[in-house]
């Protein structure tokens, strides 16, 4: 029973009963109201319970979770969902820094589970992930999803600067920046570039198509052999990209790279 748990605070080993008004039986299912930002390390090494946590918390919530499903309702700090192993996260709120990123005894990100973020991610987050699915409403900071292995990222947002650097497989999806020129005429270019963006890069493309009720917002899945030779392509055909009414500015664009 939760009751006769120790854990600590501060340097001190203290019974969980001393800090918190404890209640219920039932060991599965957690809740934890009226949580701080300095309340460090919830759910750490996480496995087969369910816990739902309200208000915010301090650093490495859900590190090395392996299994189980873990619920925030707030914001938390650096180090959420490091060295990930399995369950599901759920933060309904912003994370800080090197959220599923690499734990201080590991080289490796996330190993398997799921993510999702209701608001914004901070910098040197989602590195060296190995497998799992994270989704991201908001959006992303700079020196994420570097030396990526595999898995899987959505992004709605934005993302930062040095994206995805290194990576060697997996799938990202991020949204597009709107267009400047009407769409008929941005797929027109666009599809005539295709044979260029196959023969010369490598490069092929499996989905291109608008909002349905934003024309002006395009979203494109690529198929490319890296990121290095999309950022080529985008750097070599400036001017054609440019005519089709789209943007090589990486402040402008977000990218969807697919490569096995």
Known sequence: MFVSKNIYYGNKEVNISSLFNVTGTDTSKVIIKSSMNYMD???VGLRNIEMIVYGDVGYSFGSKMQSGKLVLYGNCLDHAA???KGGEIFIHGNTGDYLGGKPNSSN????DGFIYIKGNVGQNSIQRMRRGNVIINGNLGDY?????????????GRVGNSFA???????IITKEKKIT?????WVKVYDEAEELRNSKYGIKTIYRGHEMEDESTIHVVMSTPSMEVLQKHMEN???LIASAGGSTNPEDNTI?????
Do not use: F, Q
């Not at 490796?108 to 190993?111: P, Q, R, S, V, Y």
């Not at 994420?144 to 709605?156: Q, T, Y």
């Open 165 to 171: 650097e290194g990576i060697k497989r997996g799938t």
């Open 41 to 43: 390390n919830i759910g």
């Open 181 to 185: 020129k009407d769409y008929s005429h």
């Open 256 to 260: 969807t790279l697919c490569s096995d």
């Open 237 to 239: 055909e400036a001017e």
């Open 108 to 111: 490796e990100g996330i190993l």
């Open 82 to 84: 490091s060295g990930m």
């Open 144 to 156: 994420a999803c570097e030396e990526m292995i595999s898995g899987s990222i959505i992004v709605m």
